[in-house]
């Protein structure tokens, strides 16, 4: 075939640029967040290896941080078709790779367009055929490509999304027991599944920080029960009566009841703890159903367009006088998790109760937090009607007016969580609630 002129190139020169593309393209991208170690061949199914950034532990300390492992693919077009060798993805007794991605490329210099599948997203979703003897990954273009949910809209989440996995990785594979009789988890406690990290609003608050506390808690109680465990060793292994009566009395310190009918380890640690666990089982299934439709980076960068958006009005307005307030219309795109149109403006108080007087409305105002929260109202299904007071003249440490707008746009106001909650009432109207309050 004959590659003069505008004439087609040869399939293997074709595939080796597409690849080529396709590492260069990987390698930028991963390089903003890793050290990127690179495979002269793809061994293991690793195009790249990388490595979080953690200064204080090396590749020869004792328990060493974990390697990513990458595999980039890159569809030249829509009949293109790539295998992962399922040995990749998933160890020997059946466990997924945490920390294997493939990252897959298509579209030309003036449209480039990137997809991230982790090795669960390839194990839950993509079925293995047998090639070439071995199992693998079968990986089509319109598997990849023709669907929303692995397309990377913002490349910083995504990273995110990789080293959250890394970090649990090194959790997973890095426990040690304090002694074979009574295993102890050294596990850390900040680790948790890299989902829980999504930005996504809760009625809980931080949930990784809540689920670290728990963990303290629990801690704190394992070392009760080790203590009692020793002391009671300890008895086992005693010849002496005295010595024994001695070591009885310590137990007692941890074991005896109240009434001092009967022995037992008091766990002090709050578990169970009902609003933690069900804001965090609705949080897993706005992740999952987000993500299974292809709008979690959409719905997680909403909240700051609307909090752009309402910066960019107020930013030359505040102070407000005490007697004014806003007054906003957004209409979205419930399906695309967008914003249609997005209308403001400064009214005195007394004409807002009147405007609602004349809809058979009335101002509630109310407090929570300190801050005044926005009184929201759907005027019909996708556009909400918000009312609040800014409260840049709250500001105590504010001297002036440039003191007073930086405060403002690095605070988070109720009212950006409080519209991003009624689009998450909208998809999932059994697990939200709305208005919240």
Same mark, same amino acid.
């Given at each position: 075939?004959?590659?003069?002129?505008?004439?087609?190139?040869?399939?293997?020169?074709?595939? %080796?640029?597409?690849?080529? @593309?396709?590492?260069?393209?990987?390698?930028?991208?991963?390089?903003?967040?890793? +050290?990127?170690?690179?495979?002269?061949?793809?061994?293991?199914?690793?195009?790249?290896?990388?490595?979080?950034? @953690?200064?204080?532990? %090396?590749?020869?300390?004792?328990?060493?941080?974990?390697?990513?492992?990458?595999?980039?693919?890159?569809?030249?077009?829509?009949?293109?078709?790539?295998?992962?060798?399922?040995?990749?993805?998933?160890?020997?007794?059946?466990?997924?790779? *945490?920390?294997?991605?493939?990252?897959?490329?298509?579209?030309?210099? !003036?449209?480039?367009?990137?997809?991230?599948?982790?090795?669960?997203?390839?194990?839950?979703?993509?079925?293995?055929?047998?090639?070439?003897?071995?199992?693998?990954?079968?990986?089509?273009?319109?598997?990849?490509?023709?669907?929303?949910?692995?397309?990377?809209?913002?490349?910083?989440?995504?990273?995110?999304?990789?080293?959250?996995?890394?970090?649990?990785? #090194?959790?997973?594979?890095?426990?040690?027991?304090? *002694? +074979?009789?009574?295993?102890?988890?050294?596990?850390?406690? #900040? =680790?948790?599944?890299?989902?829980?990290?999504?930005?996504?609003? %809760?009625?809980?608050? #931080? $949930?990784?920080?809540?689920?670290? !506390?728990?963990?303290?808690?629990?801690? *704190?109680?394992?070392?009760?029960?080790?203590?009692?465990?020793?002391?009671?060793?300890?008895?086992?292994?005693? =010849?002496?009566?005295?010595?024994?009566?001695?070591?009885?009395?310590?137990? =007692?310190?941890?074991?005896?009841?109240?009434?001092?009918?009967?022995?037992?380890?008091?766990? !002090?640690?709050?578990?169970?703890?009902?609003?933690?666990?069900?804001?965090?089982?609705?949080? @897993?299934?706005?992740?999952?159903?987000?993500?299974?439709?292809?709008?979690?980076?959409?719905?997680?960068?909403?909240?700051?367009?609307?909090?752009?958006?309402?910066?960019?009005?107020?930013?030359?307005?505040?102070?407000?006088? =005490?007697?004014?307030?806003?007054?906003?219309?957004?209409?979205?795109?419930?399906?695309?998790?967008?914003?249609?149109?997005?209308?403001?403006?400064?009214?005195?108080?007394?004409?807002?109760?009147?405007?609602?007087?004349?809809?058979?409305?009335?101002?509630?105002?109310? +407090?929570?937090?300190?801050?005044?929260?926005? !009184? $929201?109202?759907?005027?019909?299904?996708?556009?909400?009607?918000? @009312?609040?007071?800014?409260?840049?003249?709250?500001?105590?440490?504010?001297?002036?007016?440039?003191?007073?707008?930086?405060?403002?746009?690095?605070? #988070?106001?109720?009212?950006?969580?409080?519209?991003?909650?009624?689009?998450?009432?909208?998809?999932?109207?059994?697990?939200?609630? +709305?208005?919240?309050?």
């Amino acid at each position: 075939m004959s590659t003069a002129g505008g004439s087609e190139h040869p399939a293997w020169l074709k595939a %080796n640029q597409n690849g080529s @593309i396709g590492e260069a393209r990987s390698k930028a991208f991963l390089l903003d967040r890793f +050290w990127v170690l690179e495979r002269s061949v793809d061994i293991d199914g690793a195009d790249f290896i990388i490595q979080r950034r @953690i200064t204080s532990r %090396n590749l020869f300390d004792r328990n060493p941080p974990r390697l990513g492992v990458i595999q980039v693919k890159f569809f030249g077009t829509e009949k293109t078709t790539h295998y992962v060798h399922k040995e990749y993805v998933v160890t020997h007794d059946g466990a997924v790779r *945490s920390e294997f991605f493939l990252l897959c490329h298509s579209g030309g210099e !003036e449209d480039p367009r990137l997809y991230l599948l982790s090795g669960k997203d390839l194990y839950e979703s993509f079925l293995t055929v047998s090639k070439k003897g071995s199992d693998r990954y079968r990986v089509s273009f319109s598997d990849v490509c023709e669907v929303d949910k692995y397309t990377v809209l913002n490349r910083k989440l995504a990273l995110d999304r990789i080293e959250n996995a890394m970090s649990l990785a #090194d959790f997973a594979n890095n426990r040690r027991f304090m *002694s +074979w009789v009574l295993p102890y988890p050294s596990g850390e406690l #900040d =680790a948790i599944l890299p989902e829980y990290k999504e930005p996504i609003e %809760n009625d809980w608050g #931080d $949930l990784p920080q809540a689920f670290i !506390e728990l963990k303290e808690a629990v801690r *704190s109680d394992l070392f009760r029960i080790e203590e009692v465990y020793e002391i009671l060793a300890k008895i086992m292994e005693e =010849a002496d009566p005295m010595v024994v009566s001695d070591l009885v009395e310590k137990a =007692a310190y941890f074991c005896r009841s109240g009434d001092g009918r009967g022995w037992g380890i008091s766990l !002090e640690g709050d578990y169970d703890n009902e609003d933690f666990f069900n804001a965090s089982r609705r949080h @897993i299934l706005v992740v999952k159903g987000l993500k299974e439709l292809g709008l979690l980076d959409k719905f997680i960068d909403l909240r700051t367009e609307i909090k752009t958006r309402v910066v960019a009005f107020l930013h030359d307005k505040l102070p407000l006088d =005490a007697d004014k307030l806003h007054v906003f219309s957004v209409e979205f795109d419930i399906d695309q998790f967008s914003i249609a149109r997005f209308d403001s403006k400064i009214l005195r108080k007394e004409v807002v109760v009147k405007m609602l007087e004349e809809e058979g409305e009335e101002l509630k105002e109310g +407090w929570r937090g300190g801050l005044e929260i926005p !009184e $929201l109202r759907e005027v019909v299904p996708g556009i909400l009607k918000g @009312i609040w007071s800014p409260p840049g003249y709250h500001w105590g440490t504010a001297k002036d007016e440039d003191q007073t707008n930086d405060h403002f746009k690095a605070h #988070d106001f109720p009212i950006y969580r409080e519209c991003v909650s009624y689009l998450l009432h909208k998809k999932f109207p059994e697990e939200f609630e +709305w208005p919240p309050w």
